[in-house]
């Protein structure tokens, strides 16, 4: 018996043979230019043995015939013989190493290892640690506690409480291995409008966060609702303090409203001119 | 004038008209299939008007007349007529969406936007604020000072000092929006040999971390040289004693020792069942 078809529905399997996450940007990417479609995803990691793959076939077909209609299979599996079975099922299956494998083979005139977990591995020993060490910097840096530490940043992030400095310090040091402090700029900073002491000597690695008053209010209001801190008012105030320091200061400065904190760690990247300390 | 051609070297880039974070996941997942030759990387983000296309052909162009040999160009660039310009290139490029997007709209029954920015981008405001929380929330638990928020957790990372759980908890947050507490184990837990009594009600929730003694030793000593915490012995005593709990109280555990975060993160994931809050 088959279900009533919808078309506007559709199940999506994303399948690895590792941490999945190779093969979840790549699915969700594609699937972002498609609208009005809702995708049921499911992600598959850790796909690295027959049984495996045979358990994802059954499930994938049952999709199919639930559905009605093909489940979207992606696929960053790189094992010969499960990539087989997988293809064996009534999905569209979108074969990443499939698409991509020859040509390159080609180009570096050697065969590829088909090797699993070689990406998202922990690489070597001094990669890891730096890593590690950028996000314990920026743990440790969090909320200015730690000024001593600023000799060594890469970068210092400035902003009003709540406009998105700690994640983006966060994930500047995740993806890209970057020092990166904050500095919270506080009401007294704000009122003074110039640059607090501390920060003079290192102008040249500030950069400013700022974010439309109403999402400040909104997001401060979730937290503390009822106070003076999650006023409208107080956000304005803030945030017309905020950036006309940095006009007057001459430090660079985005609005983070509109962006996720992958979009705010790249544009800071990009604009503030960062070495990376490594590939993601 | 051409330099001497070494193939154990090659140019890559990475071109984006948004973050880059896709086409560097999916390019570096291809590469490490590769041995022996060194890729020098370079990640274009931003990549979106005919100025900036010609600006990428023309250092591509270089690389390859410098080198003397194809550059590597992974594109997850949407606009058709930016792609147009970077296909003119001399390097080998590899066109993500050029490569799935007529299957997948002929899968769909519909053309793609070939709309830029909306991988990684912002989403809607509660996908948003949820992987915020998250992050706030691990932040808020980190090293167990906020056991009152342990009810609300999906998860509580156990493990001796240095053993992965903070970076552990934030990469949970932010790839997939759990909330991840942590309890470190100090010495007096481990000479006690059981779990704490503020555990003991999230028993189906716990999930320990564990790291090889040598490894442990060699993390501690850069941060702490010349202490008893760092001692080889000190580092023995509290693994053995942390696995003797875990099978002793039964709960589940991994050992990290040679797994980036990405991995520890899917794993556990994978083996406590969680149900992840977003996709990446």
């Given at each position: 018996m088959f279900s009533v078809v919808n078309p506007m529905r559709r199940s999506v399997f994303f399948l690895s043979d590792h941490t999945g996450i190779t093969a979840e940007t790549l699915g969700r990417s594609l699937l972002t230019q498609f609208e009005g479609i809702e995708f049921q995803q499911t992600s598959w990691p850790f796909?690295?043995?027959?049984?495996?793959?045979?358990?994802?076939?059954?499930?994938?077909?049952?999709?199919?015939?639930?559905?009605?209609?093909?489940?979207?299979?992606?696929?960053?599996i790189v094992d010969t013989e499960v990539r087989k079975v997988i293809l064996t099922c009534r999905g569209a299956v979108f074969?990443?190493?499939?698409?991509?494998?020859?040509?390159?083979?080609?180009e570096l005139g050697q065969p590829a290892l088909h090797a699993t977990g070689r990406s998202h591995g922990i690489g070597d020993f001094q990669r890891y640690a730096s890593r590690i060490d950028?996000?314990?910097?920026?743990?440790?840096?969090?909320?200015?506690?730690?000024?001593?530490?600023?000799?060594?940043?890469?970068?210092?992030?400035?902003?009003?409480?709540?406009?998105g400095k700690t994640p983006t310090c966060l994930y500047l040091a995740l993806q890209?291995?970057?020092?990166?402090?904050?500095?919270p700029l506080t009401e007294d900073d704000l009122k003074a409008g110039l640059l607090p002491k501390v920060l003079a000597p290192y102008r040249d690695r500030l950069f400013g966060l700022t974010i439309d008053p109403d999402r400040l209010h909104r997001i401060r209001t979730e937290r503390y609702p009822d106070s003076r801190y999650s006023q409208l008012r107080q956000c304005q105030f803030e945030v017309d303090a905020v950036e006309s320091l940095y006009r007057r200061e001459a430090v660079p400065f985005v609005n983070t409203t509109s962006m996720s904190i992958e979009e705010i760690?790249?544009?800071?990247?990009?604009?503030?001119?960062?070495q990376r300390r490594l590939y993601g």
């Open positions: 796909l690295d043995n027959m049984e495996k793959a045979e358990s994802a076939v059954s499930r994938i077909n049952r999709a199919a015939r639930e559905d009605g209609c093909r489940p979207l299979v992606f696929s960053t074969d990443f190493f499939d698409a991509f494998n020859d040509k390159l083979e080609n950028a996000l314990n910097f920026s743990l440790s840096n969090d909320d200015g506690l730690m000024a001593s530490n600023y000799p060594a940043s890469d970068i210092i992030l400035l902003g009003v409480s709540r406009s890209y291995g970057v020092l990166a402090a904050n500095y760690a790249a544009t800071i990247m990009q604009r503030a001119g960062i």
